[in-house]
């Protein structure tokens, strides 16, 4: 991933089969080397935005807690592969492809994303992929958001 620094962050990144330009305001929470190389969970259908002039084309999860004072990224595990899908454990991947989520979706479903014990979850389950759970930085607390 390529990271360029403007009042926002404006990241390139392989995902998956795609490249894709994500536009976010992580800038003064998350320094540029901490995202340089990284791999990070991506929401990737939902509809392009124009943040800072440039159009965004997905964004990133990271948690949120401290009435916003407090901003890091989900991670993902190392041994994860790029692009793979985020599912809940005990699940499997989908096999549908939702283009774009609708608002309303996308809103219930961020109302459900919280830190338990370090973990990503979703209601209550924890969010997977290939390699593993999902995980916030340590000292993270219990109910963050994940946003």
């Known amino acids: 991933m390529r990271v360029y620094c403007f009042p926002t ?22 320094p540029q080397d901490q995202l340089q190389g990284a791999k ?14 440039l159009n965004s084309e997905g964004m990133i999860l990271a948690t ?6 407090g901003v890091k990224l989900l991670k993902v595990p190392q041994d994860s592969e790029v692009g793979v899908q985020i599912f809940l454990e ?11 989520l609708k ?3 996308w809103d219930t479903v961020k109302a459900g994303l919280r830190v338990v014990g370090e973990q990503g979850t979703f209601d209550g389950k924890k969010l997977v992929c290939n390699a593993g759970i999902l995980t916030s ?6 109910g963050a958001l994940i946003k």
């Open 103 to 105: 608002t309303a979706v």
């Open 90 to 100: 005990g699940g499997e991947p989908s096999t549908a492809t939702v283009k774009q």
């Open 64 to 69: 949120e807690f401290d009435e916003g004072a």
């Open 40 to 53: 990070v969970a991506v929401i990737m259908n939902l509809k392009t935005a124009k943040l800072a002039g």
């Open 9 to 30: 962050l404006h990241l390139v990144g392989q995902f998956g089969e795609e490249v894709r330009q994500i536009v976010t305001g992580l800038r003064k929470h998350v």
């Open 137 to 142: 930085e340590a000292g993270v607390p219990d």
